[in-house]
């Protein structure tokens, strides 16, 4: 969302001491953490007080990454040059106050749920049966703090149909602040009981303080009047609730009960509620096992409900209970068996580390708690898998990558990273929200929905639409995509819908074709574009760019043609234009190789991945992706036994095969069929012999047993190994690998 606030307006909002101003300006974004900075350009920093550090310690880096407006609580001993200083009492309540101010501008209602539990899970429920009927804008995740809660209002748009906003609170005086941000027109109390954790004076001061949100709400809906619903409607439409358990039970009934005041709910949308990541979410496992993760919280309430929805989902089934605490006091940990006693668990674990050997599953429901990344390496070890073949992604590696691309980029280049295909197969969301944890200043797409998607997750660095067809166009304005525009024809018909659109200074990229022949504005058309943007206020050119044709071939003399071009366009163009335009023409290979033609940008696709041609630059990189399988079945044949379809290869000595479940159905190539490609089993290089089926291979393993591991991708054969036996690019590879392969991911 885009404040479009004056500099004045905006000190005045936040009551703050201004020594000097700019003549002119406008706010449009707030930001508190510079990770997660991507363009300083009418950003103001609000440097928060943290209980460690202090926010005025991250100024510098906000000021590298072209911030100029910072909201403080004391002045810098050393002012930055054109740097403006908003001085405040407290930089969070300044925040606050903005987002108030935000708030009161809001066209339409807002809605705010509190309670000690099901906060998330009931928004998310609302959400999922209001949309697409009504425009409804959420807070994102479990944004309900003092800080989550005004974040979450200042990214509300200005036109919708409903706002809905989490309020959580740990202490007294939170929530008159929270109320006072809000506003809220409705209100939903999710909860009317008190959170093991607290600063109260007793539990029925907190919920007595919990109300304070709703005084001056229109209605309120609490769990007695749920008990209290008395209509005929309501309690035929809950019938279509898909959960037996009491508390999903009980959240899915707050949540239809909220969202038929707004609107009609069918029995459809109702029965296809969503079961949220880590809340109460049931997984198959191995041995006829459930397994319950519920590692959103390790709150004792928490704790407590999730015992009940253990035994009430498995009630002559055994049961366990598995707890990751590495940092728990002794006290927690007491209290957390007594509970396990309570309730008539035998069979409980509390770990501070993985434990080397694991409990047997034989069909128990499994309850696991506690830290998310050591229950993520329990529940993949213990998850049943519908298909033996995996992809793992690195994240750790991946972060990895970035911060060397970014050693051998000029200071002042920016990263696009390109999250095109899902991601090279990643997974699009999945690899989007690492990369801006990373800091990546552009993502690219290569179509307007893609970025949709992204800006629904709630991912909001710029996005460049590198095949932005005009059916995409509306959504691209209402998305704040920015479009690759590659022809006369096609910027007039972008144009036209930014006009449409009532829309001004929309930017776009400008794609030069400097000798590829794809895409793009030839060089003779450079003077034409000039005239067109000089005369149309609608649009402002945000890039310029072009793709070298034989960037992996750094001597190529192609390269050298195609930079002299680019260079001679886009000095054309940034001589007539008015502001500063960047310029973008490397990828990863050609980030390596040409230094001097960094530019402003460069964009990484499959660097990323740890892939490169150069050894040298390769070896600097790790390897994000792994794929590996299981043998099905071994067999013992005799020599001369003929293998697979067309009985196109024989054995020449007895010898044993393994089948593996992977075909070229999942992306391993038919053309590495017959020994032209393999796997590695145990460390051993086993090639295929046969046809490479549509679901599985046949490789020759004459030492491998039935619980060996069997590794397409990994340290022993590389993407590029396998892109090479496959005669192919480590692009198709990545990019083939079927969806029913399931991805899992490390380090996220």
């Not at 000190?11 to 707030?30: F, L």
């Not at 609000?46 to 609580?73: D, I, M, N």
């Not at 009934?253 to 709910?265: I, K, Y």
Request: charged share 20%; aromatic share 8%; hydrophobic share 40%.
């Amino acid at each position: 969302m885009k404040l479009d606030l004056p500099i004045s307006q905006f000190a005045q909002i936040i009551n703050a001491e201004v020594s000097s101003m700019p003549s002119s300006g406008r706010i449009q974004q707030v930001a508190y953490d510079t990770r997660l900075i991507t363009s300083g350009e009418e950003l103001v920093f609000f440097a928060l007080q943290g209980p460690q550090l202090s926010g005025l310690e991250f100024v510098s880096s906000a000021y590298e990454k072209g911030v100029r407006y910072f909201v403080v609580e004391s002045l810098p001993s050393e002012p930055l040059n054109d740097a403006y200083y908003f001085k405040v009492q407290n930089s969070l309540e300044a925040l606050q106050q903005l987002a108030a101010f935000h708030r009161k501008r809001l066209e339409y209602p807002v809605l705010a749920l509190t309670g000690a539990l099901g906060k998330t899970t009931i928004k998310e429920w609302i959400y999922h049966l209001l949309t697409p009927a009504l425009r409804v804008y959420r807070s994102p995740k479990s944004y309900n703090s003092q800080l989550g809660v005004a974040l979450s209002l200042l990214e509300l748009p200005l036109v919708g149909d409903l706002g809905i906003i989490e309020a959580a609170i740990t202490k007294p005086g939170e929530m008159e602040r929270l109320a006072r941000m809000i506003c809220p027109d409705f209100c939903v109390l999710t909860s009317l009981f008190a959170p093991f954790r607290h600063e109260f004076a007793s539990d029925e001061q907190y919920i007595d303080t919990l109300q304070i949100l709703s005084q001056n709400s229109r209605w309120v809906i609490d769990p007695t009047t749920i008990e209290s619903t008395d209509n005929s409607e309501f309690e035929a439409l809950a019938k279509a609730i898909p959960f037996n358990d009491n508390i999903r039970r009980h959240n899915a009934r707050m949540a239809l009960r909220c969202a038929l005041e707004f609107h009609q709910c069918s029995a459809n949308a109702i029965s296809q509620l969503p079961v949220l990541a880590n809340r109460l979410e049931i997984i198959e496992g191995l041995h006829g096992a459930q397994l319950i993760n519920d590692t959103y919280n390790l709150d004792l309430t928490a704790f407590r409900a999730a015992l009940s929805f253990l035994k009430t989902s498995a009630i002559d089934k055994p049961k366990m209970v598995c707890c990751f605490i590495p940092q728990a006091t002794p006290t927690l940990k007491s209290k957390l068996i007594q509970l396990c006693a309570e309730n008539s668990i035998e069979q409980y674990y509390f770990w501070e580390e993985m434990p080397t050997d694991l409990p047997l599953l034989d069909h128990h429901y499994v309850l696991i708690k506690g830290d998310v990344t050591l229950s993520e390496q329990l529940l993949s070890k213990w998850r049943r898998k519908s298909h033996s073949t995996t992809v793992s992604y690195d994240f750790s590696a991946l972060h990895h990558n970035i911060r060397q691309y970014q050693q051998i980029l000029n200071p002042k280049t920016k990263i696009l990273a390109m999250v095109k295909a899902q991601a090279y197969g990643a997974g699009l969301l999945h690899l989007a929200k690492q990369l801006v944890k990373s800091g990546v200043h552009y993502l690219g797409v290569a179509y307007a929905d893609e970025g949709v998607l992204l800006r629904e997750a709630g991912i909001n660095v710029p996005i460049l639409v590198l095949n932005a067809e005009e059916k995409g166009f509306d959504r691209c304005i209402a998305y704040e995509l920015e479009p690759a525009i590659y022809s006369l024809t096609h910027l007039d018909s972008f144009i036209r819908a930014l006009i449409a659109n009532q829309k001004k200074a929309f930017p776009i990229h400008l794609k030069l074709d400097t000798g590829m022949h794809r895409l793009g504005f030839g060089p003779s058309e450079i003077q034409q574009i000039i005239e067109i943007i000089s005369a149309q206020p609608e649009v402002v050119i945000k890039s310029i760019y072009s793709h070298l044709a034989c960037a992996d071939e750094p001597s190529n003399p192609m390269n050298a043609l195609q930079l002299a071009t680019f260079k001679n366009c886009t000095d054309q163009l940034q001589l007539a234009l008015p502001y500063v335009v960047h310029r973008h023409i490397l990828n990863s290979e050609g980030a390596a190789y040409f230094p001097e033609a960094q530019y402003d940008m460069v964009r990484l696709g499959i660097g990323l991945f740890g892939v490169h041609l150069d050894p040298e630059v390769e070896s600097k990189l790790k390897p994000v992706m792994s794929w590996k399988s299981h043998i099905s079945q071994l067999k013992h044949l005799k020599k001369g036994e003929c293998i697979g379809y067309g009985c196109s290869d024989r054995l020449n000595a007895d010898t044993q095969i393994a089948i593996i479940p992977v075909g070229y159905a999942d992306g391993f190539k038919r053309n590495l069929s017959n020994g032209k490609g393999g796997v590695y089993i145990d460390g051993e290089f086993c090639p295929t012999i046969g046809r490479v089926c549509m679901d599985m291979i046949m490789v020759v393993a004459p030492k491998a047993n039935l619980q060996s591991e069997v590794e397409i991708i990994g340290p022993n054969q590389t993407l590029t190994n396998l892109s090479n036996q496959a005669q192919t690019i480590p692009y198709e590879i990545l990019t083939s690998i079927s969806p029913r392969v399931e991805r899992t991911y490390i380090n996220d």
